[in-house]
């Protein structure tokens, strides 16, 4: 059937002449067609080594962590790993318990990612962000749960170009509101577009005769988490 949909549009373009959106249909189709058998191979994760399964552990976040690993050696260039099915994390009642159950499940595999991908030479050629849509509050929410903050939070890089071992930034006493080194969403921006190689104030894209950038008119580039 692909080959028959192919012949039928190269025969169209020989009638009419170049169509780019001809030929470009022509290609997505191709392209997709292709990716379904290279989705077969990368997503069976039963071709990795027992150790390697192992060391990621049990569950379904473990398994597109592993998961991610093999796009990423297949040269996919932009994976998200998200947890599980709805909000786990949005815990406005028993966060002690759920957070501490939930905090287990990624530990491991997040550490076998980042120990898998620096021993294939990865590491440092892949930018890892963790993070969520924000924190949670430190004082209780209906006795036993945690309301959202977005006042402070926490945020971890690591490979592609970050320097290691260091923490950039801080809260009050409580945990709630940052004081010191504060960093807008604009800044992680800024700074991850900066690894991968982009300057952040020329990347802009044309609308309504403003030419926008992709951190609006704010950002910087936090020089001081990037490696030397």
Same mark, same amino acid.
């Given at each position: 059937?692909?080959?028959?949909?192919?012949?039928?549009?190269?025969?169209?373009?020989?009638?009419?002449?170049?169509?780019?959106?001809?030929?470009?249909? @022509?290609?997505? !189709?191709?392209? &997709?067609?292709?990716?379904?058998?290279?989705?077969?191979? &990368?997503? +069976?994760?039963?071709?990795?080594?027992?150790?390697t399964q192992?060391?990621?552990?049990?569950?379904?976040? &473990?398994?597109?962590?592993?998961?991610? %690993? %093999?796009?990423?050696? #297949?040269?996919?260039?932009?994976?998200?790993?998200?947890?599980? +099915?709805?909000?786990?994390?949005?815990?406005?009642?028993?966060?002690?318990?759920?957070?501490?159950?939930?905090?287990?499940?990624?530990? #491991?595999?997040?550490?076998?990612?980042?120990?898998?991908l620096r021993?294939?030479?990865?590491?440092?050629?892949?930018?890892?962000?963790?993070?969520?849509?924000?924190?949670?509050?430190?004082?209780?929410?209906?006795?036993?749960?945690?309301? =959202?903050? =977005?006042?402070?939070?926490?945020?971890?890089?690591?490979?592609?170009?970050?320097?290691?071992? !260091?923490?950039?930034?801080?809260? +009050?006493?409580?945990?709630?509101? &940052?004081?010191?080194?504060?960093? =807008?969403?604009?800044?992680?921006?800024?700074? !991850?577009?900066?690894?991968?190689? @982009?300057?952040?104030?020329?990347?802009?894209? %044309?609308?309504?005769?403003?030419?926008?950038?992709?951190? +609006?008119?704010?950002? %910087?580039?936090?020089?001081?988490?990037?490696?030397?």
């Amino acid at each position: 059937q692909v080959d028959l949909i192919g012949r039928m549009n190269r025969q169209q373009l020989e009638r009419t002449g170049p169509d780019g959106q001809v030929g470009g249909r @022509l290609q997505a !189709m191709e392209t &997709a067609f292709r990716m379904q058998f290279t989705a077969t191979d &990368a997503f +069976d994760l039963q071709q990795d080594t027992k150790a390697t399964q192992e060391l990621y552990g049990d569950g379904h976040f &473990a398994a597109v962590c592993l998961l991610a %690993r %093999r796009l990423s050696v #297949r040269g996919v260039r932009f994976i998200q790993v998200y947890y599980g +099915d709805g909000q786990p994390w949005d815990t406005h009642s028993d966060h002690n318990r759920q957070a501490e159950n939930l905090a287990r499940s990624i530990d #491991r595999p997040i550490a076998a990612l980042l120990q898998d991908l620096r021993q294939r030479g990865l590491l440092d050629e892949t930018l890892i962000l963790w993070g969520g849509e924000f924190g949670r509050t430190p004082t209780s929410e209906n006795g036993s749960g945690r309301d =959202h903050n =977005h006042y402070g939070f926490t945020t971890w890089l690591a490979g592609g170009g970050v320097r290691g071992g !260091m923490t950039y930034g801080e809260t +009050d006493d409580f945990g709630f509101r &940052a004081v010191q080194d504060r960093v =807008h969403v604009h800044d992680l921006h800024a700074t !991850m577009l900066h690894l991968l190689g @982009l300057d952040h104030e020329r990347l802009t894209y %044309r609308y309504a005769g403003r030419d926008f950038r992709l951190t +609006d008119v704010a950002g %910087r580039v936090l020089t001081e988490v990037v490696g030397g």
